[in-house]
T-cell receptor, first 114, second 110 residues
Framework: GEEVAQTPKHLVRGEGQKAKLYCAPIKGHSYVFWYQQVLKNEFKFLIS????????ETGMPKERFSAKCLPNSPCSLEIQATKLEDSAVYFC????????????FGSGTQLSVL | GESVGLHLPTLSVQEGDNSIINCAYSNSASDYFIWYKQESGKGPQFIID?????DKRQGQRVTVLLNKTVKHLSLQIAATQPGDSAVYFCAENLDYKLSFGAGTTVTVRA
């Protein structure tokens, strides 16, 4: 596609429930990034992929967060046992390369944990 | 025009005036910088970028200035319009990922 497509737009979960977010990068882009934005503030890097391989996961809370980018499937970000502080907008972005290349962002998934 | 010397979280500007948004970046090794615009309920939208071997780059109504000596980046918007109201973020390319600064909320007064 011509744009990064994220689904769902909104997701509401009770504390302790699982949340799964999806992202289809722009066609031809091999690099995918996930960012978390809390209260419209700064973007926190979570994880990046080169095709289906994890490149950098230094931003991921290891215990409850996981992500995948499998061939011929949308990328996904999963949060097991959500907590109140996971409430945020999660953005996916894609690019053609890792360095010196702008990222194209999706519209985000608003996750509300109640 | 309206300008700020240091990063401020908000900027109010009269329609038709010029705006200047400032950003300090963290790492002298960063070699690529981007300005993004984020409107309410949307993802960041690319405005303009600049590589570290340049100190100025112009686009349509926008100019980015890079001062590597003091690790400072600025975005100038000429003849600010109501549609320019948004939150603006600078980002630096560091360790193969973009690291974002705090945003500046620009409000355009009619």
């Amino acid at each position: 596609g011509e744009e990064v497509a994220q689904t769902p737009k909104h997701l509401v979960r009770g504390e302790g429930q699982k949340a799964k977010l999806y992202c289809a990068p722009i066609k031809g882009h091999s690099y995918v990034f996930w960012y978390q934005q809390v209260l419209k503030n700064e973007f926190k890097f979570l994880i990046s992929f080169q095709n289906e391989n994890v490149f950098d996961e230094t931003g991921m809370p290891k215990e409850r967060f996981s992500a995948k980018c499998l061939p011929n499937s949308p990328c996904s970000l999963e949060i097991q046992a959500t907590k109140l502080e996971d409430s945020a907008v999660y953005f996916c972005a894609s690019s053609r390369s890792f360095s010196n290349e702008k990222l194209f962002f999706g519209s985000g998934t608003q996750l509300s944990v109640l | 025009g309206e300008s700020v010397g240091l990063h401020l979280p908000t900027l109010s500007v009269q329609e038709g005036d010029n705006s200047i948004i400032n950003c300090a970046y963290s790492n002298s090794a960063s070699d690529y910088f981007i300005w993004y615009k984020q409107e309410s309920g949307k993802g960041p939208q690319f405005i303009i970028d600049i590589r570290s071997n340049m100190d100025k780059r112009q686009g349509q109504r926008v100019t980015v200035l890079l001062n590597k000596t003091v690790k400072h980046l600025s975005l100038q918007i000429a003849a600010t319009q109501p549609g320019d109201s948004a939150v603006y973020f600078c980002a630096e390319n560091l360790d193969y990922k973009l690291s974002f600064g705090a945003g500046t909320t620009v409000t355009v007064r009619a």
